[in-house]
């Protein structure tokens, strides 16, 4: 499970992606690789990443993202895209620029920010449940106790 | 493989799903399934999908689009989004209401109309090429395949 | 008359819908639900709601807010949408995943935030004003204090 | 049930309201008032709509959309807003001119063009349906029809 | 010169207006009226302001904006529109209701904020200009001021 | 009076804002004026305006509209801008590149398309009835028979 | 000169910057190809684009038009970017896509459509200009007839 | 090189660009020039500056963006634009009032705010760097530094 980001400072948005698949028992690579500034890092980590082992890739970038999607054009594993915001206008570029995938490459899209990059590892963990066992039980009592976590009321 | 639409009339949008899971030789169970006007039968559906075998949801669904959300609650296998467009703002409804889930529940969500809808199961073949050779080969076919019908020049 | 929230963050904005309520003599059964996380809680609640003496419900969420759209699916009693802001886009993908219901199932909708909450709750008494005198008299009176209230000049 | 519009040309996109209370078997009385051209028949009609029986106002209006927002500021009764499409905006002008009410008046606004205004004309049923029998079991009525008549497969 | 706000709130958005008034000489008549929840005031007020002397009103408000619109409908006189910020939308949905304007009702509009306030305020002494010729002349001498408190360099 | 616009091609929109003022008795000045393509003709034509007679200009272009800013920046007289849609984003971007002026040279900003151009030609008329009693007459009559169209039901 | 397209469909969106650089007497070197699904290609062509003679990147793409700014991350040379309509939210997309790069890597964008693709033909001109006597002379031809072109009027 | 700014605040916003181009050993003529405040400035700059050694202009603005609109007007030196946030829709009105020039006058467009400021200098130093050797190793240094700067992980 490789998490790729733009920038350095990305990681605070990106860290419920590690956090979430730490819960479900999955080991995450996290690394930082700009689709624009290191390309040749870009093109080298993901062609080589089946290999390694890497199954699922998890991309995280703010403004004009490419990298999620310069990510599935090199690869046939499941990209996930996680919008970042921060730019001037509150990350709907982001949004725009992973979501809105020409048909044939495609890239599965979750909310901008925190809360999307917990979904996708959340999203990953249901992708690995399908042919891993201890995932898909810990996947089940995280949905429980997520469940169980809701108060009755707000008082 | 599920796909589900909340109308009728969105049948002509998601057809590529259904079609490019064709060529990698996964069948689909198509429905039309309404959250809002079908509840009880969306809830059917969903909770005893796993038993019939059911391994992903691909949902498209139009306007305040809930489909996705509402059956990413009741599952835990993978959802994926389709953002139907048709509407007064062009499907930007569609997109918002299918894409900014909260964090916990996740959807994965593509690209508006058609071409989310290949990519969706473009996607959802990805998925299952983790587990499946062959899938695998015919996803790995159909990439060559794409690439190679672009052509050099647009005359 | 109920008050339904997604989260328990929800509070302090919808606050206000049980505020002007409780000026107006109602009193308010005020629970967070959320139509992702605990799905089994909300159609529980809202099936049940009819026999229990809810009339009216008012239901707050925000990102892609779904909560009041799967409430009305399940009731034909008044359902009250109130977009919650918070997210990166500021509360206009709740707005769009709240008011853009598809044709057959209302949704009433309110400005996003506070100013929202108040008037769903104002909305909520104006529908029991037209069978109970009591609520029909507070309300006058609440509107006669507020255009009472409004200063001659802003100095 | 009044029904007002802002201009002739509306009425298309405002019948689904009428047609859905017919079949609920509630007349409406249609009007095209303009809060910008005509505001002394506004006035005039809003001020004496209670004596003359109307319970539910449902007013649908495009562009800078006033008719919903200054029927409120003169009833206490509720007022219902169907923003309509036609503009250079799509109707999103409308929509924000109608649901971005400030806290104090409300108005209960649908979604953008004939869905609104067919949910509205639902929405104004369900009102009614809390103190009048016929229209709850029509409404009853309608909702199963509706849901019976959603097919199973798109084919 | 009548300066109108939906709010007292408004008040320090909308300063500049009698600020840059008050320095081209011009006196005004500074009120809060809300078309919502002073209906009647506002209609006392802009049917009698011609025989009192009001030439041009400025009307600044926020969210549904539809002050200036209601202004308009009851006057021929020049109506001016600020449209305020400090909604979740960030007044985009101000400008869009006051802006978009049906033909037939005009309702000059300016920027959303303090900079739309000042140029409004600076609108209707040109509008004055053109009968006044102590305002034409202020006028003119602001605007060289202005010219020449440029400064040349940003340092 | 001059009508002012950046191509040819926006007379079809601009019209009604000659013909409105034709109804009021006022002749204008007609000019396809670029700001972009032309600037020497518009430095002429606009410093010149005011000897000629000149006392208002309505100024309609579309995309990145520059026309009210930069003529509002050589004359202190009133000038009047109209949005023209036609880009891919519908007009939107002539709105905001009009509307949202800074502080210091105002133009007031009508809505998008032909509905804007008529109502700045109304507007204009409004202007000038301040100091021409023919037009005040003419404005007023327009208004009466304009109220008196608006037909009861659009039946 | 190479103008590069994501699709053969472009073509006729990106054709306008071929037309106007032959007006400047500068050919052009025009290609399909795909940053997504031809990623091999591109960068092929990218990083031997120096040595071919290539002095500046005209780049056209819809939806997420990655295609400019992943050539701004291979080559130090000038890249352009036209940002094309044809998805459900009109370009938008491919607008902030193309615009919203990162510092660092610059891509120089232009208007959504034809008029992007006819501007951006004429900005590489006005680059070479400053390098090329016959191009600065073409250019300033162009210009002094564009000027001319224009109407005094638009009857 | 020449920097214009609409205002002394922009400034800050626009330093990236000065100081990018310093490390490129660019020297910069840094100037206040607003195309509504001080049109004659503007336009005494503009058409005297290639007599001056000017060879590209780089025009920050805000809120109805024209500075770099109109500066392309006056010359036909390439002009860059960078859309400056700040107004109430945070730059988007900025970046359409920039980047949605009409077809025949270009302005070449970068991100809102500093990230856009800093490549508008980025790209002039590749624009220089095809007529300059010092320049174009200076840039080659830059993005290599650049690259290496990027840390392999967030930790």
Redesign the interface.
Known sequence: MAIL???????EK?K?AADVLAKLGVGTD????????????H?EYVTGAEDRGI?IFICGA?????LA??T???T???V?GVPL?G?????????????????????????????GA???G??AG??L???DESV?KA??EF?EA??AG??????
Chains 1, 2, 3, 4, 5, 6, 7, 8 share one sequence.
């Open positions: 980001m733009g920038s350095k400072n990305d990681w990106m419920p996290v690394r930082v690789i700009s689709a624009h500034r290191t390309p040749a890092r093109h199954e703010g403004m004009a993202a490419h999607g310069v599935a054009a090199l046939p594993l499941p996930l915001d730019s001037a206008v509150d990350g709907l570029d982001a949004l725009l620029a992973t979501v809105q995938m020409p048909g044939g490459i495609p890239v599965a899209t979750f909310a901008i920010g925190k809360a917990k979904n996708a959340l999203f249901a992708i449940a399908g042919r898909r996947l089940a949905r997520q469940t809701v108060p009755e009321t707000p008082f």
